[in-house]
């Protein structure tokens, strides 16, 4: 019943920063936890960042440099990347579940999906 919906990627050099948006509407933001998520061609997908009731978790290729933060007034729940590496270039989704805390780095445990929106790091 909640959409969700990605803004901010685009083109940034290496050592930039940036920061990803996901609007969400049809539904209240904070009964659910949300992950962040990325893909890139040819590749599975990864988890980056989820905030869940028990707390917040990074995957360790970006441990340090990134920081997922909610904001259940507005709706909204940001991702922001500083120190940015080629590696980096991928798709990021943001995604929504209900339920327990368990699998937060698992995609099929999210039941919601954003469209994704394309983060690409040049060198």
């Known amino acids: 019943q909640v959409q969700l919906v990605e803004s901010g990627g685009g083109l940034v050099q290496a050592g930039g920063s940036l920061r990803l948006s996901c609007a969400a509407s049809g539904d209240t933001l904070s009964s659910y936890g949300m992950g962040w998520f990325r893909q890139a061609p040819g590749k599975e997908r990864e988890f980056v960042a989820a905030i869940l009731w028990s707390g917040t978790y990074y995957g360790d290729s970006v441990k340090g440099r990134f920081t997922m933060s909610r904001d259940n007034a507005k709706s909204t729940v940001y991702l922001q990347m500083y120190s940015l590496k080629p590696e980096d270039t991928a798709v990021y989704y943001c995604?929504?579940?209900?339920?327990?805390?368990?699998?937060?780095?698992?995609?099929?445990?999210?039941?919601?999906w954003g469209q994704g929106t394309q983060v690409t790091v040049s060198s």
């Open positions: 995604a929504a579940r209900l339920g327990s805390s368990n699998n937060y780095d698992v995609p099929g445990w999210y039941a919601y």
